[in-house]
């Protein structure tokens, strides 16, 4: 979401209009899923995506009908026709989705651009709600916004007490809804979730880090790397990196570890890397991960005090997931690939041994 932040300010700074586009309803087989959003600007550029861009370009030229109306447009996509393949996208995904388009013209709708500003800006630090009207029986409401801070639930700005309610059944999840207001008809809804990106928290500044900050940056992940060394702990060697820290031997920074943040420990160290673990075990970490083989985790973590059997789940030794690697770029690519199934809850197993997904090319005749 940080991408689509820096476009809106982008337009908003040089006066371009936008469009904002949400999947607010899927059925069957999509690319992306509910919540998916793509800015698209003006002057054409395109940021996020909410297809394998198969929609994309025609979402583009429905977005200039937006801007000059200054109206908020539901665009239905039903690709489970095979008709789909003859009139024009031939996307072939087997599925359906809803794309809400919300005006964005900071020049135009000050109140309204604000909101979606708004919107991106808070969820940088934190999880945010949104509820959007995308239709109703009285126009005026469709599109209008509210942001809900799931910890204070401050519902001064929702003047209906109905949707509120509906709000209440359905927080933390992107969901659709559809309720009646009396004496102001049906309203569809759709709840939204902003996530601020994750955190990698990267102990240690040895030259194998240098490619896992690369891939964790191309992630859109924030990334700080720590390290007790001075020659290691430096900008310069990882110019890409939100933060470096230099930190003295035989202690560990002061620095939170929250839900959001995912620890690598990979000094190749081991006094120092078992300091470390000591203190980020019983952090709210929700992964520590740590470089080497399985024996040197034992050692390191002998007499480890877990305040919480259930944090040892958070223990990730060998780091990474198999796939054969062996250069540094390979590894890589295996920790950041471990880390996006832990945090999108994925199995990391290959898709065609999922039942239901694929169907391999031995069993089924091909044509061509």
Not at 216 to 234: E, G, Q, S, T, Y
Not at 294 to 314: F, I, P, Q
Request: some cysteine; aromatic content about 8%.
């Amino acid at each position: 979401m940080g991408k689509i932040y820096e476009e809106i300010m982008r337009c908003k700074k040089l006066g371009l209009d936008g469009v904002l586009g949400t999947i607010i309803s899927t059925e069957g087989s999509t690319y992306q899923k509910t919540g998916a959003k793509c800015f698209i600007a003006a002057d054409g550029k395109l940021t996020g995506i909410v297809s394998g861009g198969c929609v994309e370009g025609d979402l583009q030229m429905i977005a200039n009908e937006v801007i000059d109306k200054g109206k908020p447009k539901i665009v239905h996509y039903d690709f489970q026709d095979e008709g789909d393949l003859i009139w024009g996208l031939g996307v072939g995904c087997n599925g359906k989705m809803d794309v809400f388009l919300e005006p964005y013209r900071p020049e135009k709708d000050v109140v309204q651009a604000e909101r979606i500003q708004k919107w991106f800006e808070r969820g940088k630090s934190k999880i945010l709600h949104g509820i959007t009207v995308t239709d109703a029986e009285d126009n005026s409401y469709v599109g209008r916004k509210w942001l809900i801070d799931p910890d204070t639930l401050d519902f001064d700005s929702v003047p209906f007490k109905e949707i509120i309610h509906d709000y209440l059944e359905n927080k933390g999840s992107s969901a659709a809804s559809v309720i009646h207001i009396a004496g102001k008809g049906t309203f569809q809804l759709f709840y939204d979730v902003i996530y601020p990106a994750p955190t990698l928290a990267i102990f240690g500044g040895g030259p194998d880090a240098v490619p896992l900050v690369q891939l964790a940056k191309k992630m859109k992940w924030n990334v700080i790397v720590l390290d007790h060394r001075p020659a290691f702990a430096n900008s310069g060697n990882f110019p890409e990196a939100d933060t470096v820290v230099r930190y003295p031997p035989g202690s560990t920074p002061n620095f939170e570890l929250d839900g959001n943040t995912y620890v690598v420990i990979m000094s190749h160290h081991f006094l120092q890397d078992q300091i470390v673990l000591k203190d980020v075990v019983n952090s709210e970490a929700a992964y520590i991960g740590l470089l080497g083989p399985r024996r040197r985790t034992d050692e390191l973590a002998k007499g480890l005090y877990l305040a919480s059997h259930s944090n040892s789940y958070k223990i990730h030794s060998p780091i990474g997931l198999d796939i054969g690697a062996e250069t540094p770029e390979e590894i890589a690519l295996s920790i950041i690939s471990e880390l996006i199934a832990v945090y999108r809850g994925g199995s990391g197993n290959k898709l065609t041994t999922l039942e239901g997904k694929f169907i391999s090319c031995e069993k089924k005749e091909l044509l061509i």
